[in-house]
Structures are given as C-alpha cells and as structure tokens.
C-alpha cells in the first residue's frame, strides 16, 4: 500500500490561506470550535444538500498526512509537485474574471 502525498504538510487554515491568495479573495477565515461544527453538521444534515456533514467534521479532526514510515510517489519514481506549482491550473477558473480575464 502507498500513501500519496505532496512534498509539505499544510493545516486546513493554510490551505484555505493559499487559495483565497491564488483566486484572488479575501475572506475573514474564523477558527470554529469542532463541538460547534458538529452542532452545526447536525442541523445542516437536514437540508437537502448539507454544506457539510458529520463524517465530514469527523475527516476534520484527523490529520491526513503520509506517515514516516510509508511507501510513497518517490517508491515509485515519481517526483512530487508543491500545491504551489498546481494550484493555479485548478483555481484559475475561480478568480475575478475567470478564465476569461486579460
């Protein structure tokens, strides 16, 4: 089994940093306490389409990163590549103007 994974480890702020920055955004980012989140997942799992879920708060409490001791992109000669290099072909779209601007 490999475990995949960028050369950096970010936190979940830091990646909502990173791409308000790449799409050109600003946006008050609010640390929101899990008991608070779950509360709220709760409520939102009545909705039709919740904007976020109780597994989904629960993912949130987990580190997701590749462990010391993993096999990994370099086991299979594969070099990888910062979010720094590939961000900015998936969130282009999501910049004022989008893809159309000059």
Same mark, same amino acid.
């Given at each position: 089994i490999?475990?995949?994974g960028?050369?950096?480890?970010?936190?979940?702020r830091?990646?909502?940093?990173? !791409?308000?920055?790449?799409?050109?955004?600003?946006?008050?980012?609010?640390p929101?306490?899990f008991?608070a989140?779950?509360?709220?997942?709760?409520?939102a799992?009545?909705?039709?389409?919740?904007?976020? !879920?109780?597994?989904?708060?629960?993912?949130?409490?987990?580190?997701?990163?590749?462990?010391k001791k993993?096999? !990994?992109?370099?086991?299979?000669?594969?070099?990888? !590549?910062?979010?720094?290099?590939?961000?900015?072909?998936?969130?282009?779209?999501?910049?004022?103007?989008?893809?159309?601007?000059?």
């Open positions: 490999y475990e995949l960028g050369p950096e480890a970010y936190s979940f830091r990646l909502m940093e990173i !791409t308000l920055r790449q799409i050109e955004r600003r946006r008050l980012l609010v929101v306490p008991l989140l779950s509360c709220g997942a709760a409520f799992g009545l909705l039709p389409n919740p904007p976020i !879920t109780r597994d989904q708060v629960r993912l949130l409490k987990c580190d997701n990163v590749v462990s993993a096999r !990994t992109l370099a086991d299979l000669g594969v070099t990888a !590549t910062s979010v720094d290099m590939v961000l900015p072909s998936y969130l282009d779209r999501y910049r004022p103007g989008g893809l159309f601007r000059s």
